[in-house]
């Protein structure tokens, strides 16, 4: 162990237990010992406004989540595409989920979202899936009833990815590539 020859052993002992929990000194801040037994607090973050914050935890937790339409039949038009980000979007909101980009084409969508560590993906994507279906189903009858496959109009499986080791911005401009279907008249 590190000897501070001008500090009593409990100040040392409390100096290194600050480092150890970062919010006392700010995440990502960590005491460190100079040759001169002094403290210098070195700041490992470059924004501590992307991360989002809660009682005991602090994360940056991001999916791409992928959805496909029942045998991947071109369901999907503009403008139902547009009513999906919108229902996709209130589906967020009761769950404190962030949806951070969206967009399709005709036989499938792509989401971006930025969750909390106490919301399971599994359970995001069973709510997307089943209030998007229902409510586009209410919403665009004829549309959606010739593509419905036994009542399905989402295909069981799902794609998701952690966004954690790409440049989000590079996963912004992928999901903004997609090439949405024209409006059908």
Known sequence: PLRFPDREPNQFRNARRASWHGP?????AVAVANGDHTLQHTWSMAEADDYRRGRHVVSSLHAHL??????????L???MLTRCKQIMRSVCSDFGVTLTE?????????????YPPKAAVSTLVNSFKGVSARRLRTEFTGRVNQHLIRGHFWSPSYLTVSAGNAPLTLVHEYIEGQQRPAPIR
């Open 102 to 114: 969206f967009n399709g084409q005709d036989d499938h969508v792509h989401l971006l979202v930025e």
């Open 24 to 28: 006392r000194l700010g995440i990502g």
């Open 77 to 79: 038009d503009d403008t």
């Open 66 to 75: 992928v959805f496909v339409t029942r045998y991947r039949r071109g369901a």
